[in-house]
Structures are given as structure tokens and as C-alpha cells.
């Protein structure tokens, strides 16, 4: 069974422009949650969706915007890049929305970098 | 609101020693806890989880945990380090009320020497 596969794995950006990345779940998975992790401020919660529907939302500016699509594959966008932006971005894919018993499974991550 | 703290920011041990790293939670509701690992530019691997009986829960790689309700902790444990065991660990917590995210505690980095 294929694993969560996150899309691009390397991007540059510079100040100013727009992003999306991109996370196809394990087949099967409804749930795709995503996470920004620095080393400052180590893993923090963006949103999560289930079945199209954002379900849970961390404290993020709404620059940081996300989609679920009906095939459960999902992407998420952050406008107007600042320096701050630069992370490591993780998705995650369960079977079941949160509240539920079940681990979460990463991807590799995106690793943004603006300059 | 949940949280997670993982007190150590780094621990050291030599390899073939027993290892620890510390978890300590809050929830409101029962925990469901996981632990994850993580290598140089990659993603979070799962390690175990406890969701419920057995105190003692056995994972993957020879990791286990002990769930201590009245000191809400739960510690990960290896009998016997390896060197490749080296790399960032987190613990996170979920409550078991319907609706809530994964909390992340701030990463334990493992370095096991030779």
C-alpha cells in the first residue's frame, strides 16, 4: 500500500509570491490533517479535513488556506509569503476523523523556503 | 485544553544501555497518547500508541511505553540502544472527546553513542 505522498518535496520561493502544496492520503484515508514544523516553534496544527469539510483549524493568519478534494487528495496554499513561512510542511492521513482512536501516517513533508 | 511536554531537550545514552524519554500530558477527557519518530528531512514515523488497557504498550523497533494515569505520563523505553535509534522523537496526545486534533509535544532529539 502506497504511503502519503506530499508534492513538491523542495521549493524556493521569494517573499511576496504564492504557494500550494500538495498530499495524496493512503487509499482509503478520509482524513488529511496538515502541520508546519520549525525548529523554533516545533509541530504546529494548521487544519485538518474530512470527507471535503474542514473539521479543525490551528491559530494561522488566513494567508494559509487548504482543500480537500472528493478523492480525499488535498492541497494547501499560502499566499503572500513571508521569510516566517519558511518550514517544513507535513501532511498526515488517517482513516477517520479526529476524536478517533486511529495513528496518523506522514508524508515526507515540503520543505519551503523563502527568500 | 491539551498539552504535552516533553522535558528533555536532548538525551544521551551509549549504545547497548537502557534508553528513556520523558512525556508528560493534559487533557480533559482519557488520552489517547502516540509516540513518533522522526530521521533528517523526513516525515513522522509511528512508534505505538495507547488507547485504552495494558499499561505497558510494545511498539515497533523494540520501543515500549508505560501509560501512568496518576502521574500522566508517558515515558518511551528501549532495553538496549542502538546507534541508528538516534533522531527526534514526540510525543503527542489526543483527547478522546470527539473533535479534537493531535497535540505534538516539542520533540526529545536521541543520540545514542558507540
Known amino acids: 500500500k502506497a504511503g502519503v505522498t506530499q508534492t513538491p518535496r523542495y521549493l524556493i520561493k521569494t517573499r511576496g509570491q504564492q504557494v500550494t502544496l500538495s498530499c495524496s492520503p493512503i487509499s482509503g484515508h478520509r482524513s488529511v490533517s496538515w502541520y508546519q514544523q520549525t525548529p523554533g516553534q516545533g509541530l504546529q496544527f494548521l487544519f485538518e479535513?474530512?470527507?471535503?469539510?474542514?473539521?479543525n483549524k490551528g491559530n494561522f493568519p488566513g494567508r494559509f488556506s487548504g482543500r480537500q478534494f472528493s478523492n480525499s487528495r488535498s492541497e494547501m496554499n499560502v499566499s503572500t509569503l513571508e521569510l516566517g513561512d519558511s518550514a517544513l510542511y507535513l501532511c498526515?492521513?488517517?482513516?477517520?476523523?479526529?476524536?478517533?482512536?486511529?495513528?496518523?501516517?506522514f508524508g515526507e513533508g515540503s520543505r519551503l523556503t523563502v527568500l | 485544553a491539551q498539552s504535552v511536554a516533553q522535558p528533555e531537550d536532548q538525551v544521551n545514552v551509549a549504545e547497548g544501555n537502557p534508553l528513556t524519554v520523558k512525556c508528560t500530558y493534559s487533557?480533559?477527557?482519557?488520552?489517547?497518547l502516540f509516540w513518533y519518530v522522526q530521521y533528517p528531512n523526513r516525515g513522522l514515523q509511528f512508534l505505538l500508541k495507547?488507547?485504552?488497557?495494558?499499561?505497558l504498550v510494545k511498539g515497533s523497533y523494540g520501543f515500549e511505553a508505560e501509560f501512568n494515569k496518576s502521574q500522566t505520563s508517558f515515558h518511551l523505553k528501549k532495553p538496549s540502544a542502538l546507534v541508528s535509534d538516534s533522531a527526534l522523537y514526540f510525543c503527542?496526545?489526543?483527547?478522546?472527546?470527539?473533535?479534537?486534533?493531535?497535540?505534538f509535544g516539542p520533540g526529545t532529539r536521541l543520540s545514542v553513542l558507540p
Open positions: 503527542a496526545v489526543r483527547d478522546s472527546n470527539y473533535g479534537q486534533n493531535f497535540v
Open positions: 498526515a492521513s488517517s482513516l477517520g476523523p479526529s476524536g478517533l482512536e486511529g495513528e496518523l501516517f
Open positions: 495507547y488507547i485504552t488497557g495494558d499499561n
Open positions: 479535513y474530512f470527507s471535503e469539510t474542514q473539521r
Open positions: 487533557v480533559s477527557g482519557n488520552p489517547y
